[in-house]
């Protein structure tokens, strides 16, 4: 079995961090951004639940949900995006 290395670069690596990842070279990209996806689900319900449960108004909660796409901006790559972007060798 062979193990590809992948280089995250460091914009990425600063940019997961900030959601307690740190990707190792043995690390899929797939993994890590799966992983990252659900976190960012994760904190859409809660937003989500927070306007239906009437602590957030409407402009409260738009505000949030954009702040959250823009927070989790490695997500506007799509995997294969992240596969090349970290340079696998296999």
Do not use: N
Request: net charge positive; with cysteine; glycine share 6%.
């Amino acid at each position: 079995m062979t193990v590809t290395s992948w280089t995250y670069p460091p914009e990425l690596v600063e940019a997961l961090e900030r959601f307690g990842m740190r990707p190792r070279p043995d690390t899929p990209p797939a993994l890590v951004r799966g992983a990252l996806h659900d976190l960012y689900r994760y904190e859409l319900r809660r937003v989500r639940d927070q306007l239906r449960a009437g602590a957030l108004h409407r402009p409260a909660y738009l505000e949030r949900v954009v702040a959250l796409r823009k927070q989790y901006w490695p997500l506007t790559l799509q995997l294969p995006a992240w596969e090349r972007i970290c340079r696998g060798d296999g």
